[in-house]
């Protein structure tokens, strides 16, 4: 399994903004980590990054604990943020070639510009990065992600914020990726998780209300439309 997390607990003062929660992820799947704002989503993500530490419980990213080993997990991890931080004053190739630098990647302008052509940067790869749209900066983000050809692939939201074409363009990069990584990532769009994912997490509240593959939960709720079966675990209110 390439992430494993077990009883994972993230505490801000009083609140758990993550309650003891376990699944995992295997190699070559797909997982959408699904849940409503404030779930505990991006603190699971950081977690697993290992850009924050857990408070108690355990996550292991291909073997190694983010804990007691961060430097080799990290190294497992493609990350992309929620907020996707960038350097906007940085040229996109500066900026790749600085992150390649960092990761002390092989043959490195081979490998940019490999990337800029699996996310499709081509036409905008001149600009800096303070002159590209919000769709051509995830792009960006998505880029220093997947540079290093890490095994496990972590995205917060990849696809908030692109217009439909890039949409289409950026699912499909996500499954193509997704044949030989495991690969998390969170969405609002239930019709994302349908196109794209093959196992899905629901977290409410910080605690765990749904871990399958998505064709079993389909068959478990009856083939409700996800978005009914997500509102049915993550809403006190509304019966469906
Ligand atoms: N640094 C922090 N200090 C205190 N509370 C925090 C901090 N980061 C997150 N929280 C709280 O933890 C809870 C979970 O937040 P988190 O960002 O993980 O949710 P999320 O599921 O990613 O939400 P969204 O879908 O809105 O991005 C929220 O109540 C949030 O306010």
Do not use: W
Not at 101 to 109: F, R
Not at 140 to 153: C, T
Not at 186 to 210: F, P, R, W, Y
């Amino acid at each position: 399994m390439s992430i494993q997390v077990e009883n994972l607990t993230k505490a801000y003062g009083q609140q758990k903004a993550v309650d003891s929660i376990s699944f995992s992820a295997n190699n070559g799947r797909i997982m959408g980590f699904l849940g409503p704002n404030g779930a505990g989503k991006s603190t699971t993500m950081k977690i697993l990054s290992c850009f924050i530490p857990q408070t108690s419980g355990k996550a292991l990213v291909n073997g190694f604990d983010v804990l007691t080993n961060p430097v080799e997990a990290k190294r497992q991890v493609g990350y992309l943020p929620e907020h996707n931080p960038l350097y906007i004053e940085m040229y996109v190739k500066e900026y790749l070639n600085f992150i390649a630098e960092l990761h002390q990647t092989p043959n490195k302008v081979q490998r940019i510009k490999e990337v800029i052509d699996l996310v499709g940067l081509g036409v905008e790869q001149n600009k800096k990065i303070a002159q590209l749209s919000k769709g051509y900066r995830q792009r960006v983000g998505i880029a220093q992600a997947i540079l290093n050809d890490p095994p496990v692939l972590i995205m917060d939201e990849p696809t908030s914020g692109l217009d439909p074409n890039q949409l289409v363009d950026i699912r499909q990069l996500i499954r193509d990726l997704g044949k030989d990584k495991t690969i998390v990532f969170s969405t609002h769009i239930m019709q994302e998780v349908e196109a794209v994912c093959d196992d899905v997490v629901i977290i409410n509240k910080g605690t765990l209300v749904e871990n399958d593959s998505l064709q079993n939960i389909f068959s478990r709720h009856k083939s409700k439309s996800l978005e009914e079966i997500f509102i049915r675990l993550t809403s006190q209110n509304v019966v469906v």
